[in-house]
């Protein structure tokens, strides 16, 4: 009888370490053997916590006290750091699909393929009519190459070998699909295509994954509230550490005023619940015969006190709290009360196990594929050496039979083979000359579909441009996001990114050179070295509030149109941002974009600012501060890189002086002035007891440089005139 196979799997969280070991007994029967829980002594997102430092001591603990020896190892990385797409296949045969989806895997993922780790599985349709495949859908999974491995490190530290890494909404599905629907794949390949849908949110301390599915289509979200949130709340409302809040939010109905703690909390409760409605909307706006069934609460952080009340009494759905799983036995783990008192913390481990196990519908995974190549080229050493020795001893054994028959014989005897290797020599000889004319016409061919694959090339450089810009703008980070009062916020909003090709953007620089005042608003060695060549020219439209009067006073430079030109002016004026050799670093002046300038600005004093009217912005996989695969900032608007101006020049400085804010440098810009009340149906409308309304500084600014693509293997690494000399510093050619 075969060994029964068992399985770890691991989630290192903000919170602590999760482990659940799972063993595939007896006729396909899953069975608890063992289970760990070790919290951290800080939540790793605190001011003063180490992160690596706490979870090599987590990692140390667990393996000091859990016998690992040759069980399978599963481990899980974070939703909002990696990229989740579902999608839609046009009609295709079913051995292209692997072509279709690498295809698609370069426009979907903003960075090289070969910086990334990715997967990709059939999830649904694929229905197959004519030889073709119709409505097929599929998952694509990919992360960083260099996050992957930050998350293997502490386990390999330990020599430790990873089986799985898989990415934890997915670990989730595997939990839903195994433990709640009692889905296995003894009874088919792929689940029914059910009405009814299970939404599951799993509160990490930052964030919340939420996974809508039916067993068979998955939908997934990462909505960017978790428990800190809440934390930051009391220490906001109540004027406390972050420690002593954590313990006065975990305990919240032992405290001398309950009600006093949940009131502090509150906003914090609607932000949840209105970004929860926000998705289960648009998930019903794309799967519109959808029903939702039930919500499902993992995680320590739904543990919080009123949390399940709340969203039951809001969401209108029935919400329940994972309590135990039903898909497993072993009364030793599933009854032991650290488990009970911790069960929902268990879901992403165990459905981690579950696929290690190979038990899931589920089978991507994004373990380095080098690492597989070794292990199997380890595994099979053994028998290599065994073959070879078996080779030489065969061949070992012939040389010396063929040298006693040679003496007997006279060298007659092989002339007609000799004969025949030189004949087969010559055709050999023949057919490669043939072959190097095919493989020379061959190489024609490439560069023939090089050249008209050029536009997908020009697609990526766009791309790169509207990253660059990204980076370029100043970020909300970390404790800064907690700042309320928005005239203290470096913020940049871009309302718009549009562009003119000129064939030659020398005429751009000569046209704003006219004007004495824009001239000056040129660096110094833009204004002595206009650029040359084909090109474009890139105008963002964009607005900001950071004009706080108590700065204005004492710390004016740092306002207004000067906070746009310290930041996003300057960080467009850099060779690198973030790096300066090699690959580190995102190209600016590298790729091409030069001579940035701010063309317009002008300051609105009484411009009304209602934060409790806003519209939060929809976001993708995360926004600033959040995914590797953040878009650009809320509210901008992006036309195709093919657009033009509908009417007029991009760099006319219109009738009057366009920085001061009389005429407009580009079609469409701010023209003059604005009515400083003019509120409309708002005037008198603001109720001044209740209203967190107030009438604030907005500057407007327009935002214009070049762009002279140029592309990646063509790119120096220092600018010119600044090569490293010799002795390992710089020197100027010029």
């Known amino acids: 009888m075969a060994e029964a196979r068992s399985a770890w799997g691991i989630d290192i969280g903000q919170a602590g370490l999760k482990a659940m070991k799972l063993r595939l007994e007896d006729e396909g029967k899953v069975r608890a053997v063992a289970f760990d829980y070790i919290p951290h002594p800080k939540i790793l997102s605190q001011p003063d916590a180490i992160p690596d430092e706490l979870i090599r001591q987590a990692v140390d603990t667990f393996v000091g006290r859990n016998k690992v020896g040759r069980d399978l190892i599963g481990i899980s990385v974070p939703g909002q750091t990696s990229l989740t797409k579902f999608i839609k296949l046009p009609p295709v045969e079913p051995a292209r699909v692997a072509d279709i989806v690498k295809y698609e895997a370069k426009q979907q993922i903003p960075f090289d393929l070969k910086d990334v780790i990715w997967d990709y599985q059939a999830i649904g349709g694929g229905v197959e009519e004519s030889g073709f495949m119709l409505d097929a859908e599929v998952g694509l999974f990919a992360m960083k190459r260099d996050l992957v491995y930050a998350a293997m490190q502490p386990l390999t530290a330990h020599k430790l070998e990873i089986e799985l890494v898989q990415v934890a909404p997915l670990a989730l599905y595997n939990y839903l699909s195994y433990d709640v629907l009692g889905f296995r794949l003894e009874d088919g390949a792929t689940p029914p295509d059910a009405e009814d849908y299970y939404i599951l949110l799993d509160m990490g301390a930052d964030n919340t994954t939420l996974m809508v599915s039916n067993g068979r289509n998955i939908w997934i979200r990462n909505v960017p509230i978790g428990g800190n949130h809440f934390t930051r709340a009391l220490t906001r409302e109540m004027k406390l550490t972050f420690a002593k809040a954590e313990h006065l939010k975990c305990n919240a109905t032992r405290a001398p005023d309950p009600k006093a703690v949940f009131q502090a909390m509150r906003p914090v409760f609607n932000d949840y619940v209105t970004e929860i409605q926000r998705s289960i909307g648009y998930f019903g706006s794309v799967n519109r015969t959808a029903k939702i069934k039930q919500v499902i609460g993992v995680g320590n952080g739904f543990r919080m006190a009123g949390l399940q009340k709340f969203l039951q009494q809001n969401l209108q759905y029935d919400v329940i709290k994972l309590e135990d799983f039903r898909g497993v036995t072993g009364d030793s783990v599933l009854s032991d009360?650290?488990?009970?008192?911790?069960?929902?913390?268990?879901?992403?481990?165990?459905?981690?196990?579950?696929?290690?196990?190979?038990?899931?519908?589920?089978?991507?995974?994004?373990?380095?594929?080098?690492?597989?190549?070794?292990?199997?080229?380890?595994?099979?050493?053994?028998?290599?050496v065994g073959m070879a020795a078996g080779l030489l001893l065969t061949m070992g054994l012939g040389t010396f039979a063929s040298a006693r028959v040679l003496n007997s014989v006279s060298?007659?005897?092989?002339?007609?083979?000799?004969?025949?290797?030189?004949?087969?020599?010559?055709?050999?000889?023949?057919?490669?000359?043939?072959?190097?004319?095919?493989?020379?016409?061959h190489t024609a061919n490439i560069a023939k579909i090089d050249e008209l694959t050029a536009p997908l090339q020009k697609r990526e450089l766009w791309m790169e441009v509207i990253k660059a810009v990204n980076e370029c703008l100043p970020r909300v980070e970390g404790n800064d996001n907690d700042e309320t009062d928005v005239t203290l916020r470096k913020q940049l909003h871009i309302e718009s990114f549009v562009q003119k090709k000129l064939a030659d953007v020398g005429e751009w620089h000569t046209a704003l050179s006219g004007d004495e005042q824009l001239k000056e608003m040129f660096s110094e060695a833009d204004r002595e070295k206009p650029p040359t060549g084909k090109?474009?020219?890139?105008?963002?439209t964009g607005h900001h509030f950071f004009n706080n009067e108590e700065m204005a006073r004492e710390r004016y430079r740092e306002i207004g149109r000067n906070f746009v030109n310290n930041t996003l002016v300057s960080n467009l004026r850099q060779w690198k941002l973030g790096g300066s050799t090699g690959d580190k670093g995102v190209p600016i002046g590298q790729m091409g974009i030069s001579h940035p300038i701010m063309v317009y600005s002008k300051d609105f004093d009484n411009h009304l600012y209602d934060p409790d009217a806003r519209l939060t912005a929809k976001s993708g996989m995360g926004g600033p501060g959040g995914s590797p695969y953040s878009g650009m900032e809320a509210g901008m608007e992006m036309s195709p890189p093919t657009s033009n101006y509908e009417s007029g020049s991009p760099y006319s400085p219109g009738g009057e002086s366009s920085y001061a804010g009389g005429g407009s440098p580009y079609p469409g810009g701010p023209g003059g002035g604005v009515a400083k009340k003019n509120l409309g149906p708002l005037e008198g409308a603001i109720d001044e007891k209740t209203s967190r309304a107030q009438y604030i500084t907005r500057t407007d600014f327009v935002v214009q440089f070049v762009w002279v693509p140029i592309p990646e293997a063509d790119r120096k690494p220092f600018p010119e005139g600044q090569e490293p000399a010799a002795d390992g510093g710089s020197e100027s050619t010029n």
């Open 337 to 384: 009360p650290l488990f009970i008192d911790n069960a929902m913390t268990f879901a992403v481990p165990y459905g981690l196990a579950l696929q290690t196990l190979k038990q899931t519908r589920i089978h991507t995974t994004l373990l380095p594929p080098e690492v597989v190549r070794q292990r199997i080229i380890r595994r099979k050493k053994p028998w290599a």
């Open 411 to 441: 060298e007659d005897r092989w002339k007609p083979g000799h004969d025949a290797v030189t004949a087969l020599s010559g055709k050999v000889s023949s057919n490669k000359s043939a072959y190097d004319a095919q493989v020379a016409t």
């Open 535 to 540: 090109g474009y020219i890139v105008t963002l």
